[in-house]
């Protein structure tokens, strides 16, 4: 599937993913330190929602937003212009499987909804790298929030994201990878309708008139209203989980 189309279909939304800015800022609360003249790294940013939150949560830190796509890194450039954060926010296009920084030298890494692409054991283990000794790492990342999910959930994610685990799972993972679980909570279904299911939903129709000769866009939308039919049936039965981590060593 050709990555860029992809993007180039997420554009001008407000986000690229799933998140609400209430829970990027209870995700910092749960991180207890008092960060000041600090350095984040925010990776798989998108165009940078939980960016901009960030910046403004930690005032005297410097963020540095990276993402493959360099248009979503524009448009985060724009938007924080727009805000004032100008001078705090650095992009720089990567790939978050090789990031052109020096080891140990964030305080805090954040990903939201963007380990997945290279698995999130793979993520964890590589990004632990850049960070401090005694430094901190939030992601979200989609686990199933019920023991037995429906047939027709469980199908879905076979074909999408076989990859998906319980919460439990995901935390041995995490531990494996070496890091402590300081908090974990869910991202309410608030945060998949408001900023990315229904902007996507109001969309679709632009997309589907601009892609109506490109077989696999007409593809990539028809997934897009599977997932969120799938989402609209079983959201009871999994979502995001955003966990906030420690690396470990300096516990
Ligand atoms: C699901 S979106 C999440 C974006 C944002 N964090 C949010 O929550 O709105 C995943 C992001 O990862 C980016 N991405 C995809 N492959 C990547 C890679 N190999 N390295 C860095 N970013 C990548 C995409 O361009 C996209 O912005």
């Given at each position: 599937m050709d990555v860029t189309l992809i993007s180039k279909?997420?554009?001008?939304?407000?986000?690229?993913?799933?998140?609400?800015?209430?829970?990027?800022?209870?995700?910092?609360?749960?991180?207890?330190?008092?960060?000041?003249?600090?350095?984040?790294?925010d990776i798989g940013c998108g165009s940078g929602m939980q960016t901009l939150i960030l910046a403004k949560i930690y005032p005297d830190c410097i963020i540095t937003a990276t993402d493959?796509?360099?248009?979503?890194?524009?448009?985060?450039?724009?938007?924080?212009?727009?805000?004032?954060?100008?001078?705090?926010?650095?992009?720089?296009?990567?790939?978050?499987?090789?990031?052109?920084?020096?080891?140990?030298s964030f305080d805090i890494i954040w990903s939201e909804g963007s380990a997945f692409i290279i698995g999130l054991?793979?993520?964890?283990?590589?990004?632990?790298?850049?960070?401090?000794?005694?430094?901190?790492l939030v992601v979200?990342?989609?686990?199933?929030?019920?023991?037995?999910?429906s047939d027709e959930c469980k199908k879905f994610f076979d074909e999408i994201y076989p990859d998906i685990k319980s919460e439990s799972d995901t935390k041995e993972i995490i531990r494996d990878a070496g890091f402590h679980v300081i908090s974990t909570f869910r991202l309410p279904d608030s945060g998949w309708w408001d900023n990315y299911y229904s902007p996507l939903i109001k969309r679709i129709p632009l997309l589907k008139e601009?892609?109506?000769?490109?077989?696999?866009?007409q593809m990539i939308i028809s997934g897009l209203e599977k997932e969120m039919e799938i989402h609209q049936k079983y959201s009871n039965e999994y979502g995001y989980t955003f966990f906030v981590l420690k690396k470990q060593g300096n516990y």
């Open positions: 279909m997420f554009e001008e939304l407000p986000r690229q993913g799933p998140g609400l800015d209430e829970s990027t800022a209870y995700a910092c609360s749960q991180i207890p330190i008092n960060l000041k003249g600090g350095k984040i790294l493959l796509y360099q248009p979503f890194l524009n448009d985060l450039t724009l938007r924080a212009k727009k805000e004032g954060l100008e001078g705090r926010i650095v992009t720089h296009q990567a790939s978050m499987d090789n990031l052109p920084f020096d080891k140990s054991s793979n993520a964890l283990m590589y990004w632990k790298n850049f960070l401090k000794s005694d430094g901190y979200s990342e989609s686990a199933w929030f019920i023991d037995s999910p601009i892609y109506a000769d490109n077989s696999d866009a």
